[in-house]
C-alpha cells in the first residue's frame, strides 16, 4: 500500500507542476501571439503611413502647380483689364 501511496503523492505532484507550468506559459504563449499581432498591425500602419504621406506630397505637388495656374490666371486677367482700360472711350461725365 506505501508504492500505491508514493505513486499518488508523485502523479499529484507531476499534476501540480503541469498545471504550474501551464500557469507560467499560458500568458508567455499568449503574448507571443499578442507580440505577432503587434507586429503585423505595426507593419501595416507603417505601410498606411508610407501610403498617406506619399498622396500628402502628391496632393501638395498638385497645390502648388493649382497656385501657380491660378496666378498666371490672375496676372492674364489683370492685363486684360487694363487693356480693356486703355482702349475704352473717356467719359468725361457725360452721358448718352
Do not use: H, W, Y
Request: charged fraction near 35%; proline fraction near 2%; glycine fraction near 6%.
Amino acid at each position: 500500500m506505501a508504492e500505491s501511496d508514493a505513486l499518488q503523492q508523485v502523479t499529484a505532484r507531476l499534476g501540480a507542476a503541469v498545471d504550474g507550468l501551464e500557469n507560467v506559459l499560458g500568458p508567455l504563449i499568449d503574448e507571443e501571439d499578442s507580440v505577432a499581432t503587434l507586429k503585423q498591425k505595426l507593419c501595416f500602419l507603417t505601410d498606411e503611413r508610407d501610403r498617406l504621406l506619399s498622396e500628402l506630397d502628391a496632393e501638395r505637388s498638385r497645390a502648388r502647380r493649382l497656385e501657380a495656374a491660378n496666378d498666371e490666371v490672375s496676372g492674364r486677367l489683370e492685363a486684360v483689364m487694363g487693356t480693356l482700360r486703355e482702349m475704352a472711350p473717356a467719359d468725361n461725365g457725360m452721358e448718352a
